[in-house]
Protein backbone atom coordinates (compact mmCIF):
# COMPACT_ATOMS: atom_id res chain seq x y z
CA UNK A 1 0.00 0.00 0.00
CA UNK A 2 1.18 3.57 -0.84
CA UNK A 3 1.35 5.73 2.14
CA UNK A 4 -1.00 8.46 3.12
CA UNK A 5 0.57 12.00 2.37
CA UNK A 6 0.78 14.42 5.20
CA UNK A 7 1.30 18.06 4.30
CA UNK A 8 3.11 20.39 6.94
CA UNK A 9 2.56 24.05 7.11
CA UNK A 10 5.90 25.44 8.52
CA UNK A 11 7.95 22.30 7.55
CA UNK A 12 11.51 24.63 7.90
CA UNK A 13 10.14 25.71 10.90
CA UNK A 14 9.95 24.75 14.85
CA UNK A 15 6.94 22.73 14.79
CA UNK A 16 6.15 21.54 11.12
CA UNK A 17 10.16 21.07 11.25
CA UNK A 18 10.10 18.85 14.19
CA UNK A 19 6.74 16.61 12.51
CA UNK A 20 8.55 16.09 9.64
CA UNK A 21 11.53 15.02 11.26
CA UNK A 22 9.40 12.71 13.24
CA UNK A 23 7.31 11.25 10.09
CA UNK A 24 11.13 10.50 8.70
CA UNK A 25 12.36 8.79 11.53
CA UNK A 26 9.42 6.52 11.31
CA UNK A 27 10.46 4.44 8.38
CA UNK A 28 7.70 1.80 8.31
CA UNK A 29 5.08 4.27 9.40
CA UNK A 30 2.08 4.89 7.06
CA UNK A 31 3.05 8.44 6.05
CA UNK A 32 5.35 10.13 4.49
CA UNK A 33 6.13 13.74 4.59
CA UNK A 34 5.05 16.35 2.12
CA UNK A 35 6.93 19.62 3.06
CA UNK A 36 5.57 23.24 2.83
CA UNK A 37 7.21 26.35 2.43
CA UNK A 38 7.26 29.85 1.24
CA UNK A 39 11.02 28.93 -0.01
CA UNK A 40 11.85 25.49 -1.23
CA UNK A 41 15.12 26.91 -2.58
CA UNK A 42 16.24 28.03 0.86
CA UNK A 43 18.98 26.18 2.40
CA UNK A 44 16.14 24.41 4.94
CA UNK A 45 13.86 23.66 1.99
CA UNK A 46 17.35 21.90 -0.27
CA UNK A 47 17.92 19.97 3.42
CA UNK A 48 14.61 18.53 3.00
CA UNK A 49 14.70 17.73 -0.30
CA UNK A 50 18.30 15.64 -0.28
CA UNK A 51 16.12 13.84 2.45
CA UNK A 52 14.08 12.39 0.28
CA UNK A 53 11.15 14.86 1.18
CA UNK A 54 8.34 16.29 -1.50
CA UNK A 55 9.16 20.21 -0.69
CA UNK A 56 6.07 22.15 -2.30
CA UNK A 57 5.77 25.83 -2.70
CA UNK A 58 2.89 27.49 -1.12
CA UNK A 59 1.95 31.10 1.08
CA UNK A 60 -0.59 31.02 3.69
CA UNK A 61 -1.58 34.24 2.06
CA UNK A 62 -2.26 32.68 -1.07
CA UNK A 63 -5.50 30.14 -0.51
CA UNK A 64 -5.09 29.03 -4.50
CA UNK A 65 -1.36 27.51 -3.47
CA UNK A 66 -2.35 25.93 -0.31
CA UNK A 67 -5.39 24.17 -2.18
CA UNK A 68 -2.97 23.00 -4.65
CA UNK A 69 -0.27 22.40 -1.88
CA UNK A 70 -2.87 19.92 -0.29
CA UNK A 71 -4.41 18.42 -3.06
CA UNK A 72 -4.06 14.27 -2.73
CA UNK A 73 -2.71 14.57 0.84
CA UNK A 74 -4.82 13.00 3.67
CA UNK A 75 -3.67 14.80 6.60
CA UNK A 76 -2.73 18.63 7.07
CA UNK A 77 -0.36 20.14 9.88
CA UNK A 78 -1.49 23.53 9.85
CA UNK A 79 0.54 26.26 12.24
CA UNK A 80 0.85 29.97 11.58
CA UNK A 81 3.71 32.48 13.41
CA UNK A 82 2.13 35.25 14.73
CA UNK A 83 5.64 36.46 15.39
CA UNK A 84 6.52 37.01 11.43
CA UNK A 85 4.42 40.17 11.14
CA UNK A 86 2.82 41.02 14.96
CA UNK A 87 -0.56 41.51 13.14
CA UNK A 88 -4.11 39.01 14.66
CA UNK A 89 -5.71 39.90 11.58
CA UNK A 90 -3.09 38.45 9.43
CA UNK A 91 -2.98 35.77 11.55
CA UNK A 92 -6.82 34.75 11.52
CA UNK A 93 -6.99 35.25 7.59
CA UNK A 94 -3.98 32.99 7.07
CA UNK A 95 -5.94 30.53 9.35
CA UNK A 96 -9.37 30.90 7.48
CA UNK A 97 -7.37 30.16 3.90
CA UNK A 98 -5.43 26.97 5.59
CA UNK A 99 -9.51 25.71 6.65
CA UNK A 100 -10.72 26.85 3.45
CA UNK A 101 -7.82 25.01 1.22
CA UNK A 102 -8.32 21.51 3.61
CA UNK A 103 -11.88 21.52 2.92
CA UNK A 104 -11.33 22.37 -0.97
CA UNK A 105 -8.93 19.80 -1.31
CA UNK A 106 -10.55 16.85 0.86
CA UNK A 107 -7.64 16.46 3.17
CA UNK A 108 -9.08 13.88 6.13
CA UNK A 109 -7.62 15.02 9.00
CA UNK A 110 -6.31 18.43 10.20
CA UNK A 111 -4.33 19.60 12.97
CA UNK A 112 -4.55 23.32 13.78
CA UNK A 113 -1.73 24.32 16.34
CA UNK A 114 -3.72 26.95 18.67
CA UNK A 115 -3.97 28.32 21.80
CA UNK A 116 -6.61 29.06 24.44
CA UNK A 117 -8.79 33.17 23.52
CA UNK A 118 -7.85 34.23 26.93
CA UNK A 119 -11.07 36.85 26.44
CA UNK A 120 -13.08 34.11 27.62
CA UNK A 121 -11.78 34.25 31.27
CA UNK A 122 -10.52 38.18 30.73
CA UNK A 123 -12.91 39.62 29.20
CA UNK A 124 -11.76 43.41 27.52
CA UNK A 125 -13.74 44.98 30.36
CA UNK A 126 -11.32 43.32 32.29
CA UNK A 127 -8.78 46.45 33.46
CA UNK A 128 -6.32 43.59 35.52
CA UNK A 129 -4.33 43.54 31.94
CA UNK A 130 -4.19 46.07 29.27
CA UNK A 131 -6.10 45.17 26.31
CA UNK A 132 -4.22 45.44 23.30
CA UNK A 133 -4.36 46.47 19.94
CA UNK A 134 -8.13 47.69 20.36
CA UNK A 135 -9.71 44.03 20.93
CA UNK A 136 -7.10 41.46 22.35
CA UNK A 137 -5.83 40.67 25.41
CA UNK A 138 -2.95 38.27 24.30
CA UNK A 139 -3.04 38.96 20.78
CA UNK A 140 -1.18 35.88 19.67
CA UNK A 141 -3.16 33.44 21.86
CA UNK A 142 -6.92 35.18 21.02
CA UNK A 143 -6.46 35.62 17.40
CA UNK A 144 -5.25 31.60 17.08
CA UNK A 145 -8.35 30.24 19.67
CA UNK A 146 -10.63 32.52 17.53
CA UNK A 147 -9.41 30.78 14.39
CA UNK A 148 -10.74 27.37 15.91
CA UNK A 149 -13.85 28.12 14.42
CA UNK A 150 -12.50 27.98 10.83
CA UNK A 151 -11.26 24.81 10.87
CA UNK A 152 -14.21 23.51 13.32
CA UNK A 153 -17.19 24.94 11.01
CA UNK A 154 -15.81 23.42 7.84
CA UNK A 155 -16.56 20.17 8.20
CA UNK A 156 -13.25 18.80 8.04
CA UNK A 157 -11.98 16.16 10.96
CA UNK A 158 -10.15 18.04 13.27
CA UNK A 159 -8.21 17.88 16.32
CA UNK A 160 -7.24 21.23 18.17
CA UNK A 161 -4.02 21.14 19.07
CA UNK A 162 -2.90 23.50 22.10
CA UNK A 163 0.76 23.56 22.99
CA UNK A 164 2.68 25.11 25.78
CA UNK A 165 5.79 27.37 26.54
CA UNK A 166 9.17 26.70 24.15
CA UNK A 167 11.81 25.67 26.55
CA UNK A 168 13.80 26.45 23.09
CA UNK A 169 12.90 29.99 23.90
CA UNK A 170 16.10 30.18 26.54
CA UNK A 171 18.48 29.28 22.94
CA UNK A 172 16.41 31.50 20.54
CA UNK A 173 13.74 34.06 22.07
CA UNK A 174 16.34 36.33 24.16
CA UNK A 175 14.27 34.30 27.37
CA UNK A 176 17.43 32.92 28.45
CA UNK A 177 19.86 33.44 31.50
CA UNK A 178 21.09 36.92 32.00
CA UNK A 179 23.82 38.60 34.34
CA UNK A 180 22.24 41.03 36.69
CA UNK A 181 24.50 43.81 38.48
CA UNK A 182 25.84 41.06 40.91
CA UNK A 183 27.59 39.14 38.40
CA UNK A 184 25.00 36.11 38.67
CA UNK A 185 22.75 34.71 36.03
CA UNK A 186 19.14 34.80 36.25
CA UNK A 187 16.07 34.26 34.41
CA UNK A 188 13.55 36.72 34.49
CA UNK A 189 9.43 36.17 34.03
CA UNK A 190 6.27 37.49 35.92
CA UNK A 191 5.43 33.93 36.87
CA UNK A 192 5.29 33.89 40.50
CA UNK A 193 5.46 30.95 42.38
CA UNK A 194 2.71 29.23 39.61
CA UNK A 195 3.80 26.43 37.54
CA UNK A 196 4.47 27.05 33.45
CA UNK A 197 3.64 23.76 31.55
CA UNK A 198 6.81 23.51 29.38
CA UNK A 199 7.57 21.85 25.97
CA UNK A 200 10.46 21.37 23.88
CA UNK A 201 9.51 22.37 20.22
CA UNK A 202 11.07 19.03 18.84
CA UNK A 203 8.53 16.76 21.08
CA UNK A 204 5.43 19.08 19.56
CA UNK A 205 5.90 17.44 16.10
CA UNK A 206 6.59 13.90 17.97
CA UNK A 207 3.07 14.75 20.02
CA UNK A 208 1.31 15.67 16.43
CA UNK A 209 2.68 12.69 14.52
CA UNK A 210 1.19 10.29 17.46
CA UNK A 211 -2.24 12.63 16.52
CA UNK A 212 -1.99 11.22 13.19
CA UNK A 213 -1.34 7.96 14.25
CA UNK A 214 -4.66 7.67 16.79
CA UNK A 215 -6.51 9.48 13.50
CA UNK A 216 -9.96 9.13 14.24
CA UNK A 217 -9.85 8.44 18.14
CA UNK A 218 -8.86 12.53 17.93
CA UNK A 219 -10.80 13.77 15.61
CA UNK A 220 -13.56 16.68 16.86
CA UNK A 221 -10.93 16.47 19.77
CA UNK A 222 -8.72 19.49 21.17
CA UNK A 223 -5.52 17.82 23.00
CA UNK A 224 -3.36 20.20 25.11
CA UNK A 225 0.53 19.11 25.57
CA UNK A 226 3.48 19.58 27.45
CA UNK A 227 6.81 17.89 29.02
CA UNK A 228 6.31 19.21 32.37
CA UNK A 229 4.96 21.83 34.52
CA UNK A 230 7.64 24.05 36.58
CA UNK A 231 7.78 27.28 38.65
CA UNK A 232 10.25 29.58 37.76
CA UNK A 233 12.32 28.36 40.28
CA UNK A 234 12.39 25.03 39.61
CA UNK A 235 13.16 25.85 35.82
CA UNK A 236 16.41 27.92 37.75
CA UNK A 237 17.53 25.22 39.75
CA UNK A 238 17.20 22.81 36.27
CA UNK A 239 19.10 25.45 34.55
CA UNK A 240 21.89 25.81 37.81
CA UNK A 241 22.17 22.26 37.66
CA UNK A 242 22.82 21.42 33.69
CA UNK A 243 25.06 24.87 33.34
CA UNK A 244 27.10 24.15 36.30
CA UNK A 245 26.63 27.57 38.13
CA UNK A 246 24.53 29.24 40.17
CA UNK A 247 21.08 30.90 37.88
CA UNK A 248 18.70 32.85 39.84
CA UNK A 249 15.02 33.17 39.52
CA UNK A 250 13.77 36.92 39.40
CA UNK A 251 9.97 37.02 39.50
CA UNK A 252 8.97 40.47 38.50
CA UNK A 253 5.26 41.92 38.20
CA UNK A 254 3.75 41.57 34.09
CA UNK A 255 3.48 45.32 34.68
CA UNK A 256 7.13 45.46 34.82
CA UNK A 257 7.35 42.43 32.09
CA UNK A 258 5.34 44.42 29.40
CA UNK A 259 7.90 47.69 29.95
CA UNK A 260 10.57 46.08 29.16
CA UNK A 261 10.11 47.53 25.48
CA UNK A 262 11.30 44.96 23.66
CA UNK A 263 8.75 43.96 20.53
CA UNK A 264 6.16 41.94 21.78
CA UNK A 265 6.59 42.77 25.70
CA UNK A 266 3.44 43.67 26.53
CA UNK A 267 1.81 40.49 24.56
CA UNK A 268 4.00 38.20 26.43
CA UNK A 269 3.28 40.16 29.59
CA UNK A 270 0.06 39.80 29.33
CA UNK A 271 0.14 36.29 28.74
CA UNK A 272 2.15 34.87 31.45
CA UNK A 273 0.23 37.14 33.54
CA UNK A 274 -2.92 35.20 31.95
CA UNK A 275 -1.10 31.66 33.41
CA UNK A 276 -0.44 33.07 36.45
CA UNK A 277 -3.49 34.16 37.26
CA UNK A 278 -5.26 31.00 35.82
CA UNK A 279 -2.50 28.79 36.74
CA UNK A 280 -5.35 25.47 37.50
CA UNK A 281 -7.53 26.62 33.86
CA UNK A 282 -4.10 26.32 32.21
CA UNK A 283 -2.28 23.99 33.31
CA UNK A 284 -4.98 20.97 33.77
CA UNK A 285 -5.97 20.09 29.98
CA UNK A 286 -2.10 20.09 29.28
CA UNK A 287 -1.70 16.75 30.38
CA UNK A 288 1.82 15.29 30.64
CA UNK A 289 0.93 11.69 30.91
CA UNK A 290 -1.38 11.84 27.65
CA UNK A 291 1.85 13.72 25.84
CA UNK A 292 3.66 10.72 26.56
CA UNK A 293 1.38 8.33 25.23
CA UNK A 294 1.37 10.49 21.97
CA UNK A 295 5.22 10.77 21.75
CA UNK A 296 6.96 8.02 24.38
CA UNK A 297 10.16 9.76 23.85
CA UNK A 298 9.21 13.26 25.11
CA UNK A 299 11.66 15.19 27.17
CA UNK A 300 11.71 16.81 30.54
CA UNK A 301 13.28 20.08 31.44
CA UNK A 302 16.32 18.33 32.98
CA UNK A 303 16.95 15.98 29.82
CA UNK A 304 15.86 18.81 27.61
CA UNK A 305 18.85 20.57 29.18
CA UNK A 306 21.26 18.04 29.18
CA UNK A 307 20.55 17.69 25.31
CA UNK A 308 21.02 21.48 24.18
CA UNK A 309 23.21 23.02 27.43
CA UNK A 310 25.50 24.31 25.09
CA UNK A 311 23.21 26.22 22.85
CA UNK A 312 22.02 28.49 25.16
CA UNK A 313 23.74 31.56 25.26
CA UNK A 314 25.03 32.89 28.51
CA UNK A 315 24.96 36.76 28.48
Same mark, same amino acid.
Given at each position: ???????? %?????????????? %????????????? %??????????????????? @? @????????????????????????????EHFSPEKEMAQAKNLADAAKAAGVKHVIWSTLEDTRKLVPLTDDRMPTLKDKYKVPHFDAKGESDAFFTGSGVPTTLLATSFYWDNFIYFGMGPKKGEDGKLAITLPMGDKKLPGIAAEDIGKCAYGIF???????????? %??????????????????????VKYNAVPPAVFRSFGFPGADDLGNMFQYKHDFEKEFCAPRDVAFSKELNPELQSFATFLQKNKSRIPLE
Open positions: MSKKIIAV %IGATGAQGGALVKA %ILADKGGDFVARA %ITRKPDSDKGKALAAEGVE @V @VAADLDDPASLKKAFEGAHGAYCVTNFWKKGEALFGKTVA %IAGEHLTGAEMAKALSHALEQE
